[in-house]
T-cell receptor, first 112, second 114 residues
Framework: DQQVKQNSPSLSVQEGRISILNCDYT??????FLWYKKYPAEGPTFLIS?????DKNEDGRFTVFLNKSAKHLSLHIVPSQPGDSAVYFC???????????FGGGTRVLVKP | DSGVTQTPKHLITATGQRVTLRCSPR?????VYWYQQSLDQGLQFLIQ???????AKGNILERFSAQQFPDLHSELNLSSLELGDSALYFC?????????????FGEGSRLTVL
């Protein structure tokens, strides 16, 4: 039972354009949502998060949008840079505990 | 550098064998989490320890076990290894056992079972 899904395994975008990564979840008990970025041969690193009481959170070039009624969130990267090429994981957690449930990841390639 | 140290980075072994993966959390972090990432898949939660005690359990096989020691480092023991156990095993740590906290991941231990 995959509670967090990233339906696009890969995404290719031109440098300077917008990258939009999508994530869907099924468990209505999830209260916080996070995006992690992973480069090859490295561990995932935290990128940005959003609480379920918000619908948008912005940090520099990264913005996460949450549509709680649709159980859907997205990550926007504007403008995309070659250094953004990585695998992005969506993750969710319940209010209690820090256990994260991850999606399958989306591989982003930003072309110069 | 996340501050989480995992050893070994790479490990090749045979089916039926047993291995131990080690994790040192960030200084001050009390919680340790183990995740498994099989070939190009998402991270599957295995188990969490908080200050030496098991806090949460995921889809961890009975052949796998873990513990967290008084110095807060953790070990993941994998026994009777099968080909399908080949994966990246990540350890992560956080300050507390609950609440809103990001996890800090190590670089992972890549296990290859031949």
């Amino acid at each position: 039972d995959q509670q967090v899904k990233q339906n696009s395994p890969s995404l290719s975008v031109q440098e300077g354009r917008i990258s939009i990564l999508n994530c869907d979840y099924t468990n209505s008990m999830f209260d916080y949502f996070l995006w992690y970025k992973k480069y090859p041969a490295e561990g995932p690193t935290f990128l940005i998060s959003i609480s379920s009481i918000k619908d948008k959170n912005e940090d520099g070039r990264f913005t996460v949008f949450l549509n709680k009624s649709a159980k859907h969130l997205s990550l926007h990267i504007v403008p995309s840079q070659p250094g953004d090429s990585a695998v992005y994981f969506c993750a969710a957690k319940k209010a209690a505990g820090n256990k994260l449930t991850f999606g399958g990841g989306t591989r982003v390639l930003v072309k110069p | 550098d996340s501050g989480v140290t995992q050893t070994p980075k790479h490990l090749i072994t045979a089916t039926g064998q047993r291995v131990t993966l080690r994790c040192s959390p960030r200084s001050g972090d009390l919680s340790v989490y183990w995740y498994q990432q099989s070939l190009d898949q998402g991270l599957q939660f295995l188990i969490q320890y908080y200050n030496g005690e098991e806090r949460a359990k995921g889809n961890i096989l009975e052949r796998f076990s873990a513990q967290q020691f008084p110095d807060l480092h953790s070990e993941l023991n994998l026994s009777s290894l099968e080909l399908g156990d080949s994966a990246l095993y990540f350890c992560a740590s956080s300050v507390a056992g609950q609440g809103f906290g990001e996890l800090f991941f190590g670089e992972g231990s890549r296990l290859t079972v031949l």
